[in-house]
């Protein structure tokens, strides 16, 4: 199963849910795979807590689709692994962006949906963290997924957001990947004692979309554990958060 993580508007923690998600299914003994298509990084450092090499990297791969003439570059070789059990990464690096318009010029697409069909023989699971922009890497993401989860930091920006992103996903759907499902909004940073993020979510609810029950909070401790480069189920396994991404998990992997 592929699963991306995906919302155009910054700072809704896409690599948060991304990679707690991932490291809840690691776990639990899946083996995991993470890719990172941000060339903000967020993702590879906060699985690595440094900076990986980049020949053997997500831009590491696309480089040798665009110089390798006659053979194609085997994506298990751009994998690296982390420090936690079952968890591995296709990490990201400032090149990205650079690389960005030679691979649309070259109608590179689908490249990636090529090396995830090659990969799922070899992870349980793959989660793919985006940009915050219906650029290049997300729409290959979207081509190349099973489902897409949706983080909503509940405010009218997100809201808004959110609305791009359904939109961008039934067209994705409908002209490359029609098993393309949005499997639900995550509300995230959520303030439980406060009225507005509860009221803005009912509206998401009364409009039909699908939103998951499980509620992440909003807290500090996650900010420690990117600080440590430690998901919560590694830096803290007993904190409320640490509950919330293993009953997140649940509903959207084993429901």
Not at 161 to 185: M, T, Y
Request: glycine share 4%; aromatic share 10%; charged share 25%.
């Amino acid at each position: 199963m592929v699963k991306v993580v995906f919302n155009q508007k910054g700072g809704v923690g896409k690599s948060t849910i991304t990679c707690n998600l991932a490291s809840v299914g690691a776990m639990s003994g899946k083996k995991t795979l993470v890719i990172d298509l941000d060339s903000q990084c967020n993702s590879s450092f906060y699985l690595l807590g440094e900076t990986p090499p980049k020949d053997v990297s997500v831009s590491g791969y696309y480089k040798d689709i665009l110089y390798s003439f006659f053979t194609r570059p085997d994506p298990s070789k751009y994998i690296i692994n982390t420090k936690f059990e079952n968890l591995f990464l296709m990490a990201a690096d400032d090149e990205l962006d650079s690389i960005m318009e030679k691979l649309e010029s070259r109608y590179k697409m689908f490249k990636l949906k090529e090396a995830l069909d090659s990969l799922k023989n070899d992870y349980d699971e793959i989660w793919i963290d985006t940009p915050p922009a219906l650029n290049f890497y997300t729409r290959s993401a979207l081509i190349g997924a099973d489902e897409c989860i949706v983080p909503f930091d509940c405010d009218s920006f997100s809201k808004k957001a959110v609305e791009n992103v359904f939109r961008s996903a039934s067209e994705i759907k409908a002209d490359h990947n029609p098993k393309l499902q949005i499997q639900g909004i995550v509300a995230n940073q959520f303030q439980k004692n406060a009225n507005f993020p509860a009221a803005i979510l009912n509206e998401l609810k009364e409009e039909g979309l699908p939103v998951f029950d499980t509620l992440v909070s909003s807290s500090v401790k996650i900010k420690e554990s990117h600080y440590a480069s430690k998901p919560m189920v590694y830096f803290d396994p007993k904190h409320k958060l640490s509950s919330e991404f293993i009953s997140l998990y649940n509903e959207c992997c084993n429901s």
